[in-house]
């Protein structure tokens, strides 16, 4: 298993390093703290490129059933 650093995980996810420091922070791609900056697994990389976890296009909101509120009397 091979380590990689955030700017590395970012040249291959197409993020920036601070991006990738964020994801890790927030769980959404395991890593740990080593000495003060993340590592991140190989296997942690592959698995977060699944398709699962990749949105091709985002998520569109209905407002079928919402009231605005505008113009009610």
Known sequence: ???LTTVEVADIIRETPENVARRCARGQIPA??????WRI?????AEFMEPKNIRSSP???S???RRSGRGAA
């Open 32 to 37: 740990t703290r080593v000495g003060g900056e």
């Open 1 to 3: 298993m091979k380590y």
């Open 59 to 61: 998520r569109k909101r």
């Open 41 to 45: 697994s190989d296997e942690a990389v």
């Open 63 to 65: 407002t079928a059933g």
